[in-house]
C-alpha cells in the first residue's frame, strides 16, 4: 500500500513540476521521522497538562508548609503565588 501511495505521489505534477522527484540525503525511514518529530514537536498531550498541573500543585503544597522557608523577622510563611513552578 505505501509503495502504490508513494508511487502515486511522485507522480503529481502540482508537487513535481520539473517531474523529477529530488531523494533526501537521509534514509527514507529517518528523514519522514524527522519531518514528523519536527511537524508534531509542539503538541502536548493533555494527560501531560494535567499531570505538569498535579506536579505544580504538589510544589506550591511543599513550599508552603516548608518550616525552613518560614520567615521569623515578618512572621510570614513562603507563599507559591504562581502555578509556573516547573
Not at 42 to 68: G, H, R, W
Amino acid at each position: 500500500l505505501y509503495l502504490v501511495t508513494k508511487r502515486r505521489f511522485h507522480g503529481l505534477w502540482y508537487l513535481f513540476p520539473s517531474g523529477q522527484f529530488q531523494s533526501i540525503l537521509l534514509p527514507e525511514f529517518i528523514g519522514y521521522w524527522l519531518t514528523f518529530f519536527v511537524l508534531y514537536s509542539n503538541l502536548m498531550p493533555i494527560s501531560l497538562y494535567f499531570t505538569m498541573e498535579v506536579c505544580n500543585a504538589a510544589q506550591a503544597y511543599f513550599i508552603k508548609n516548608d518550616l525552613k522557608m518560614y520567615d521569623e523577622a515578618q512572621d510570614t510563611p513562603a507563599n507559591a503565588r504562581t502555578t509556573n513552578l516547573c
